[in-house]
């Protein structure tokens, strides 16, 4: 398990738990949120991202990640639109907070 401020993460199961509810991840989604877990409050690179989640260097085309990051939003954030954990660094990656 991995736990950081009202967030628990079954990396085995890939379950999230959070205000009493369980979310399931897909695979990248639950190692997405591990990276960011393991390394909160660091600016993690989008090149960083694509080598440790998808394995690639390949960086023309990261629409992938910002799905991914999109729908790691929905189940992390209270208003995703507005997110309070995962925040976006202009021009750089993004940082997970812990507030």
């Known amino acids: 398990f991995l736990e950081v401020k009202g967030l628990k993460l079954d990396l085995a199961r890939r379950v999230l738990y959070r205000k009493g509810r369980e979310y399931r991840l897909t695979p990248k989604l639950c190692k997405l949120l591990e990276v960011f877990m393991r390394n909160k409050g660091q ?24 799905v991914h990051i999109h729908w790691l939003r929905r189940v992390i954030e209270d208003n995703p639109h507005s997110p309070v954990y995962l925040r976006t660094v202009r021009k750089v990656g993004y940082r997970f907070e812990v507030v």
């Open 43 to 66: 600016v993690l690179t989008r090149g960083f991202l694509m080598k440790v989640v998808w394995d690639t260097d390949f960086l023309d085309d990261t629409r992938t990640l910002d």
